[in-house]
């Protein structure tokens, strides 16, 4: 592979990479406002100016400037490299460029970040982007200099309402463009523009328009600055108390790598964020998916129920044990249902109840009904791990919970034992039917219509509170990582099949989560990648 030398350093590079391209994958950051790896190259920033010497035989490109002379006391003429950006800029063999450690180059940032603060308002004690600015921390490394312009700064419009979820301050826009270039090139919406000149430059809707497609907060993320903020997110924390978890968005199939930033103090999510991945969600994520954080906190079952009473666990799990006396005599009449909701280890662990101990064959898969996809990222299936039930199970593939109810009206099971609370039919369908049974076990995050039918409901954590393997509609295994503690009386739902077999007297044996995976890979292995080694180097926004 050819390569190219950055300060010194030797980079490969592939036909038709840029300069930008190069240095990120290398993991060297050149300055950068308007570049974003998976959108057009704009170039209008300027703050990637870099200096290159050009390959062996080529003339290289010179600058006629005037320099001031101190000992004349006079300008006189000089020659300077032409300094190109980086972002535009086609590798070519044997190039060298010089990033950090010109002075020409400094110069250069060090006049752009001046020329974009000129008109800026500085407002960072009251914006939401302080703490993760670039103008903050380009001024930081680039300028360092105080403001020299006295005259009245120019006044743009404040606080207006693009649409539904984002909010926008033109005084803070520095127009690189990326919003408008996302909502055109990858929402397939071209709703924003750039209206007048100069520094008269500001972003509009266009008109009779309302920003208010499926991927509306992607174009808050791609914004390097306080321009554009989210109203779901403004004003409710500094980012500096946050902390972050490499998660799997839980809205759909598709399974999007997200981070999620919460709150270690108060134990709250503030905001789901995309984490780079080029196998699967690129550098993007749909509204539904970095909304669904919301889920983490929001309609939880929080104490074990008898009977739709509160319980202890310890109240519940007797009462498990009473309501399932019998399925020893007859395996055939229970019916196990897997969640598409929960994780592998979740489900693993119930399957190996069912199977090893129970002797129960019958197996069906709760979860969310289908929804709206589209060919970007949404996928139809709104669950995040469909595919995962059902490499675990194997053959013949559990069957739609709606062949659970319909089989119970014939009269065909006793008990039943669930994970999860979503189903895809009508609660009330599913009440009259579970309403029959002589016992009705259900283990589910969610205050659900399987958990309000339940004759004991047991608190399992939510996938923001537990680690856990999500399989995405590719096939690919997915690890998610705790954030939050557990709400309430919340288990792992794992742990809560254990205890409900050892209180049905089989020996379960596994205590953490290691040891579940343990079990899990001679008999489920999962598959060959997980999101771990398929993430490329993140790119901040």
């Not at 500085?122 to 939401?128: K, S």
């Not at 005259?151 to 419009?157: I, S």
């Not at 979740?346 to 060919?375: E, H, Q």
């Not at 509609?473 to 077999?501: C, F, H, I, M, N």
Request: hydrophobic content about 40%.
């Amino acid at each position: 592979m050819a390569t190219i030398k950055i300060d010194g350093r030797e980079i490969p590079f592939e036909q038709g990479e840029t300069i930008i391209k190069a240095a990120h994958r290398a993991g060297i950051d050149i300055p950068h406002y308007c570049w974003h790896p998976g959108l057009s190259v704009a170039a209008n920033c300027r703050m990637c100016l870099v200096e290159v010497a050009p390959p062996p035989g080529r003339p290289a490109m010179q600058l006629d400037i005037l320099r001031w002379d101190p000992e004349k006391k006079d300008y006189v003429p000089a020659r300077k490299p032409k300094l190109v950006p980086a972002c535009q800029q086609a590798c070519a063999p044997g190039m060298e460029v010089l990033s950090e450690g010109s002075d020409h180059v400094e110069e250069a940032r060090g006049a752009v970040q001046e020329l974009l603060l000129l008109n800026h308002p500085v407002d960072c004690p009251i914006c939401d982007q302080a703490g993760e600015c670039r103008l903050q921390d380009y001024w930081l490394e680039h300028q360092g200099t105080g403001k020299r312009m006295q005259q009245e700064v120019v006044h743009k419009p404040k606080a207006v309402d693009f649409g539904p979820t984002i909010v926008y301050d033109a005084e803070r826009c520095i127009i690189c463009t990326r919003c408008v270039r996302f909502t055109a090139e990858v929402a397939k919406d071209p709703v924003l523009s750039v209206r007048e000149r100069g520094n008269l430059n500001e972003i509009v809707v266009s008109p009779g328009r309302e920003l208010d497609h499926d991927y509306t907060l992607m174009t808050e993320h791609v914004c390097p600055v306080g321009a554009l903020t989210s109203k779901d997110f403004r004003f409710k924390a500094r980012v500096w108390f946050l902390r972050s978890a490499r998660t799997v968005c839980q809205g759909c199939a598709t399974g999007c790598n997200a981070y999620l930033d919460y709150d270690p103090r108060s134990n709250v999510p503030h905001r789901h964020r995309p984490r780079d991945n080029e196998e699967v969600n690129k550098y993007w994520m749909c509204d539904e998916g970095m909304l669904s954080y919301r889920r983490a906190v929001e309609g939880r079952l929080g104490t074990a129920l008898v009977g739709g009473e509160d319980a202890s666990l310890e109240e519940a799990l007797a009462a498990a044990k009473d309501q399932l006396a019998g399925i020893k005599d007859d395996p055939g009449r229970v019916a196990i249902v897997l969640s598409a909701q929960h994780s592998n280890e979740d489900n693993f662990a119930l399957l190996k109840l069912a199977r090893t101990f129970i002797g129960a064959k019958d197996l069906y898969v709760s979860g969310r009904p289908l929804g709206r996809g589209d060919k970007i990222l949404m996928s139809e299936d709104k669950n995040p791990n469909t595919l995962g039930v059902m490499q675990l199970a194997g053959a013949p593939a559990p069957k739609p919970i709606a062949a659970l109810f319909d089989a119970i009206k014939a009269g065909k099971y006793s008990f039943v034992i669930a994970l999860g609370a979503e189903i895809e039919v009508d609660a009330k369908d599913a009440e009259s039917a579970l309403s029959k049974l002589k016992g009705v076990v259900t283990i589910a995050a969610h205050d659900g219509p399987l958990a309000r039918a339940a004759h004991v409901a047991l608190p399992a954590t939510a996938w923001a509170e537990a680690d856990g393997t999500y399989v995405n509609r590719q096939g690919l295994a997915q690890k998610s990582e705790r954030a939050l503690k557990p709400r309430g009386d919340a288990r792992p739902g794992w742990e809560l099949v254990a205890k409900l077999g050892k209180e049905l007297g089989y020996a379960m044996t596994e205590k953490t989560l290691a040891d579940v995976r343990r079990a899990m890979t001679p008999e489920a292995p999962l598959a060959s990648r997980d999101a771990d080694r398929a993430a490329k180097p993140e790119v901040s926004a």
